[in-house]
């Protein structure tokens, strides 16, 4: 098993940046892809970001495309989603995921490809 544990998410204005990182512990040498989610209140869970543990790949969502970024640290087993001109609809709970070689074959940008979850950081966009 693989815990996750959220944090850098707080009160940002639009433009500015927010950098959220995610720390995994417990069965680490299992760790295949690190993912980001985010769900507004009354909306789906929504797809952000995925980063392979152990090759170069990335994947962005429509919304994060452009303005956010994936990146990890495997020495540390920590992922980080830095996030750039931030505008009101980003506001949301972001939660990081993780899919290890025991989780079931899927695509990486489908909730249901995790099988490790954090607890979510909230973050919130406001003037």
């Known amino acids: 098993q693989v815990q996750l544990v959220e944090s850098g998410g707080g009160l940002a204005q639009p433009g500015d940046s927010l950098r959220l990182s995610c720390a995994a512990s417990?069965?680490?040498?299992?760790?295949?892809?690190m993912g980001w989610f985010r769900q507004a209140p009354g909306k789906e869970r929504e797809f952000v970001a995925a980063i392979k543990w152990n090759d170069d790949s990335t994947y962005y969502g429509d919304s994060a495309k452009g303005r956010f970024t994936i990146s990890r640290d495997n020495a540390k087993n920590t992922g980080y989603l830095q996030m750039n001109r931030l505008k009101p609809e980003d506001a949301a709970v972001y939660y990081c995921?993780?899919?290890?070689?025991?989780?079931?074959?899927?695509?990486?940008?489908?909730?249901?490809?995790?099988?490790?979850w954090g607890q979510g950081t909230q973050v919130t966009v406001s003037s």
């Open positions: 417990g069965h680490t040498l299992m760790l295949r892809v």
């Open positions: 995921a993780a899919r290890t070689y025991y989780s079931v074959p899927s695509d990486d940008t489908r909730v249901n490809a995790y099988d490790s």
